[in-house]
């Protein structure tokens, strides 16, 4: 078939809730996706930051497919060899205590607010906790991960959605102070906000926010699934801040394009909340996602994944911010790391984000008006040599 008609096979069979680009990938090497008519297109989108390691990885490819020859699934009534080999290496990275693994970043995100309530139940009996996130935050699309996001859009069809939340804004401790209250059992937060326009957290305000989650026993869960795995030059973005969180969610780029996520938990947390019967999976933590998982770490340390973001992430803010001071429609560059954003003034977005595909480049949005570099970690700065070109092409 051709790209037409993959097309309209898709638009007639599935459910219409995302408006696709009009490109239909077949294939991918290195960082350059392929589609059905064999244009090649340089991938600084990673399929939403999930394909750290780029395409093809030969070690990759081979281990998911020597687990296939072994074993898929057998239910979580069960050990497998290879769950407690990822779970050890997500432990070791994060410092954290305990891993229960999900499908996906929203079903880690719906783990930790019932581990965080479940903490607080055991601590006074009562059922009526609330928790405290973000505006412009993203966490997901289930209901209980919806009713943290703090976007009003994603929510009004949706509503009543999950009760007890109330909304601080990021970077603002005292608006966070003032939504405290005797009920606050935890405050969510992405340490880099992604779809709310790539805002990183100020140190400050990492540290005032847990200083007063210690004081009044309210567990912090930070959310790093977008930010996370190397993304941001460190395993995880909260490491950069010297702030531990009690809960971390994680997914995206913790299976390289395997449908995996994870929530990890402190001691503290682990011995006080979540017990048999209260929460479970049946896909999660399979031998065939958790052996993802286990290569992907075992390839971040042989090919010093993180070593070259923080290498080549200097050289693309610096193109970055030569692109801003060029064209008068680039407003300002924000980010961390490979987790870039460069404001769009004066002009659609959406419009530059398909003028790029033309031009065959993958970009991103996020937010209204921000252009989103969230590229596989394993590029180079010929690679943001070769973005700059086709960007100012579509500019």
């Known amino acids: 078939m051709n790209s037409k008609q993959y097309m309209e096979l898709t638009e007639q069979n599935v459910l219409h809730t995302y408006n696709r680009f009009p490109v239909v990938f077949e294939k991918g090497s290195g960082v350059y996706l392929e589609d059905v008519d064999g244009k090649k297109y340089l991938d600084f989108g990673a399929g939403i930051a999930v394909f750290a390691l780029g395409y093809g990885n030969e070690t990759y490819n081979n281990a998911l497919k020597n687990q296939i020859d072994k074993l898929i699934h057998t239910s979580n009534l069960y050990y497998n060899t290879t769950m407690p080999e990822a779970a050890a290496k997500i432990v070791k990275a994060s410092g954290m205590d305990k891993v229960f693994f999900t499908n996906s970043g929203t079903e880690s995100i719906e783990g930790a607010i019932k581990a965080a309530r479940k903490y607080a139940y055991l601590r006074d009996g009562k059922a009526d906790h609330e928790i405290i996130a973000m505006n412009h935050s993203f966490h997901g699309r289930s209901v209980g991960a919806l009713s943290v996001t703090g976007n009003p859009h994603y929510q009004e069809a949706f509503k009543p959605l999950m009760g007890g939340v109330k909304f601080a804004d990021f970077n603002d401790l005292e608006s966070v102070k003032a939504q405290i209250t005797e009920k606050t059992c935890a405050i969510i937060l992405e340490p880099v906000q992604g779809e709310g326009g790539i805002y990183p957290a100020e140190p400050e305000f990492l540290q005032g926010v847990k200083k007063l989650c210690e004081e009044k026993d309210i567990l912090l869960i930070f959310d790093e699934i977008q930010c996370g795995m190397g993304r941001t030059g460190s395993w995880f973005a909260w490491q950069q801040y010297g702030v531990e969180p009690d809960i971390m969610t994680c997914a995206k780029a913790l ?54 973001v923080n290498k080549v992430a200097p050289y693309l803010e610096k193109k970055l911010d030569e692109l801003v001071a060029k064209y008068d429609c680039l407003a300002a560059r924000r980010g961390k790391g490979l987790m870039q954003g460069v404001v769009v003034s004066g002009r659609p ?15 991103l949005s996020a937010g209204s008006d921000v252009l989103r570099f969230v590229p596989p970690l394993v590029i180079t700065e010929a690679d943001v040599d070769e973005m700059v070109k086709r960007l100012e092409l579509s500019l």
Do not use: M, W
């Not at 209260?278 to 010093?304: I, M, R, W």
């Open 255 to 308: 299976g390289c394009g395997v449908p995996v996520g994870a929530f990890a938990l402190n001691e503290k947390t682990a011995r006080a909340s979540l017990v048999p019967g209260d929460h479970g999976t049946t896909y999660g933590g399979n031998p065939f996602a958790c052996a993802a998982v286990s290569v992907v770490f075992d390839l971040f340390e042989s090919q010093k994944v993180i070593e070259n």
């Open 349 to 363: 977005v959406g419009g530059i984000v398909s003028k790029a595909l033309e031009n065959g480049l993958v970009v």
